[in-house]
């Protein structure tokens, strides 16, 4: 960065109910750290120490699960009974003595849950590596999830997180119903956007209801499909208007399936997020191949309020600094060896110690 110049993503952002130091996000980013009870240990604490230390405007944990039938991999933190409280109060207080804000991710795996006895679904779609398929949800068990949901946030709220990210991403269970590639019901959770769209607000109404207008809600949701992508660009700027509706501070766009792209490319999602921009009014930020502060400053410039890191972090937690100090990009190259370490109960980058 040029001297004398100051880059707009150290402008403030304010948001309906929160106000960023910067517009910088975290991607929330599983470590696979936690207990065989999904409670918090010393290791998470210290990697969220790190991450609070290093100016970034929001920072999203990695997903906790809401009930133990929706467990998405190994090591994942739990959000779904009091006994996850003092961990999880642990990693909001770090928050608190930063400028930092923090949001806890709530996720429920759906037919990808890797050790349900019986993975639910929104059709007997099978998304788990052992071939098991999914059983339907009958539209009488939806309750049951959005409670679940819904106590998460409360247990998320009590913590002390300034706000909770549900997750309508990655092929997890409510990324499931949103996706007519997974979603061929023909009950009033399906057959339209807004039927497929139903489970996520009913969910988003049931926190807001339960923690109060006040508390911010995110989201993270794909804008591609794996099925018929140009028609669910529609579909995709659909849901933000819902979400809107239904009250969501400001959604982060993420895609389907990343890894079989390229480990290099960059602004992958950038192309249709500006499009998306343009048909909504609801906050976003943008996730998906961004390294360089050019790229940051890119994504901005095409009306999009946060650029949204995961590996970066990875590898520099204290990237914000640096890269308001000079540091043209992040040092990350996109190798994924960091993903790869996770069933080892760690996360770390192979080439770089954290803030080296």
């Known amino acids: 960065m040029s001297k004398g110049r100051v880059s707009p993503i150290a402008e403030p952002l304010v948001l309906p109910h929160l106000v960023l130091q910067n517009r910088v996000v975290r991607s929330a980013t ?26 970034i405007g929001l920072i999203v944990t990695g997903h906790c699960f809401i ?27 770090l928050a608190g003595g930063s400028l930092s804000k923090m949001a806890v991710q709530l996720n429920h795996a759906g037919a990808k849950a890797p050790f349900a006895h019986q993975p639910v679904g929104p059709a007997a779609i099978c998304l788990r590596k052992d071939g098991k398929a999914a059983r ?93 992508d140009d028609a669910f660009e529609e579909d995709a700027a659909a849901y933000l208007n819902l979400l809107a509706d239904c009250g969501v501070e400001a959604a982060e766009l993420s895609g389907h399936i990343v890894r079989k792209r390229g480990n290099r490319d960059r602004l992958y999602f950038l192309e249709r997020a500006a499009r ?6 609801l906050p976003l930020m943008l996730v998906g191949g961004i390294r360089t502060l050019g790229e940051m400053e890119q994504v901005l410039a095409a009306g999009i309020q946060m650029v949204s890191l995961c590996r970066p972090f990875i590898c520099e937690p204290d990237l914000v600094p640096r890269l308001l100090g000079g540091q ?29």
């Open 328 to 356: 043209e990009g992040a040092r990350c190259v996109g190798c994924e060896q960091c993903f790869a370490r996770t069933a080892e109960g760690v996360r770390n980058c192979v080439f770089h110690r954290p803030n080296e």
């Open 67 to 93: 009930c133990p039938e929706g467990i998405a991999s190994p090591g994942q933190t739990g959000i779904h009974e009091p006994g996850c409280l003092p961990g999880l109060a642990e990693i909001a207080s």
């Open 276 to 281: 998306l921009r343009k048909k909504t009014s």
């Open 136 to 228: 339907l949800l009958e539209a009488g068990e939806m309750k049951g999830i959005v409670e679940a949901f819904v106590q998460a946030a409360l247990l998320g709220k009590q913590a002390g997180f300034a706000g909770v990210q549900v997750h309508l991403a990655h092929g997890y269970l409510l990324s499931q119903f949103l996706d007519p590639l997974y979603n061929t019901r023909e009950d009033g959770y399906g057959r339209t956007a807004e039927g497929r769209f139903r489970l996520a607000g009913e969910v988003l109404e049931g926190i807001k209801a339960a923690c109060g207008e006040a508390f911010p809600v995110f989201v993270k949701m794909n804008i591609t499909t794996g099925g018929e």
């Open 30 to 55: 599983a470590n696979g750290m936690a207990d065989e009870r999904g409670y918090v240990t010393a290791p998470q604490v210290e990697l969220y120490r790190r991450l609070t230390a290093g100016e």
